[in-house]
């Protein structure tokens, strides 16, 4: 059952509520968009947006302190791992002291891609709104802190791989790690099939999503079915509490 079934506060007992939804954006002048539809492209966060990982995730990471003979976080913490970059997670819980970034990393995606990758679920709607999206010939591609080859695989296993012009992560080797870079390589390979990025909108569920897209000029779409807390929308154009909402907000008729 997916957290928008379950409500995604319902993932951990202190995990704050959400913000009710904003039903309609507040225009902006940023350099690439308005915040306020017709959109000529969409960039989508994938952990807590499109896709509820934090099944596989925060199993994985429960192995992960096992295996190092390190306490295991509760489960409210584990949570606050899905979405920002992992080694800045890693570094907030102090694994950079031990057993090492490096370490950490490496036995956490061994873990993952074992058996967590393919745990996620879709939330109900995501997809057909990219498909929608899609059909209207909107280019549209991932920025999301996820490895690119993960967010490959586990899209490409929902068949929604291909309805995505671009499917942009952070690299491998921990290169392009930031919110920042990872939506301005986005937008770079946007440009490179001749999209037009002046009206540009981000979808996404954490402040690391609003902030990496303002610093590249970006309006974002928040979305509550996540894993943000209170707060964390703040600096977004709008705030969607199902997909019916941001499937309004994206300018799309109702489904």
């Keep these: 059952m997916s957290t928008?079934?379950?409500?995604?506060?319902?993932?951990v007992d202190d995990h704050p509520g959400q913000p009710s939804a904003t039903p309609t954006a507040t225009p902006v002048d940023l350099p690439h968009g308005?915040?306020?539809p017709p959109f000529t492209a969409v960039l989508w966060d994938l952990d807590g947006t499109i896709a509820d990982s934090a099944p596989g995730i925060t199993r994985s990471l429960a192995r992960m302190f096992e295996s190092f003979?390190?306490?295991?976080?509760?489960?409210?913490?584990?949570?606050?791992?899905?979405?920002?970059?992992?080694?800045?997670?890693?570094?907030?819980?102090?694994?950079?002291?031990?057993?090492?970034?490096?370490?950490a990393v490496d036995r956490y995606r061994e873990f993952y891609r074992a058996d967590g990758e393919l745990a996620d679920e879709l939330?109900?709607?995501?997809?057909?709104?990219?498909?929608?999206?899609?059909?209207?010939?909107?280019?549209?591609?991932?920025?999301?802190?996820?490895?690119?080859?993960?967010?490959?695989?586990?899209?490409?296993?929902?068949g929604i791989a291909d309805r995505l012009d671009f499917i942009t992560g952070a690299g491998g080797d921990e290169t392009r790690g930031t919110k920042r870079e990872v939506v301005a390589e986005a937008l770079g390979r946007l440009r490179s099939i001749?999209?037009?990025?002046?009206n540009v909108v981000l979808v996404g569920d954490r402040f690391y999503d609003v902030?990496?897209?303002?610093?590249?000029?970006?309006?974002?779409?928040?979305?509550?079915?996540?894993?943000?807390?209170?707060g964390e929308e703040v600096g977004a154009v709008a705030v969607a509490n199902t997909p019916e909402q941001l499937r309004t907000l994206l300018g799309l008729p109702a489904a």
Excluded at 4 to 11: I, P, R, V, Y
């Design 69 to 103: 003979g390190l306490p295991v976080p509760s489960p409210a913490e584990l949570v606050s791992y899905v979405g920002p970059p992992i080694l800045d997670s890693f570094r907030l819980h102090g694994l950079d002291r031990h057993p090492g970034l490096d370490a």
């Design 34 to 36: 308005t915040g306020t």
């Design 194 to 198: 001749g999209a037009d990025l002046s």
């Design 123 to 158: 939330f109900p709607g995501v997809a057909e709104i990219i498909t929608a999206l899609h059909a209207a010939g909107i280019p549209q591609s991932t920025a999301t802190s996820k490895p690119e080859g993960a967010a490959t695989r586990i899209l490409t296993h929902f």
């Design 4 to 11: 928008l079934e379950t409500g995604a506060n319902d993932l």
């Design 211 to 230: 902030e990496g897209a303002t610093a590249n000029g970006v309006p974002t779409i928040y979305t509550t079915w996540g894993y943000g807390r209170i």
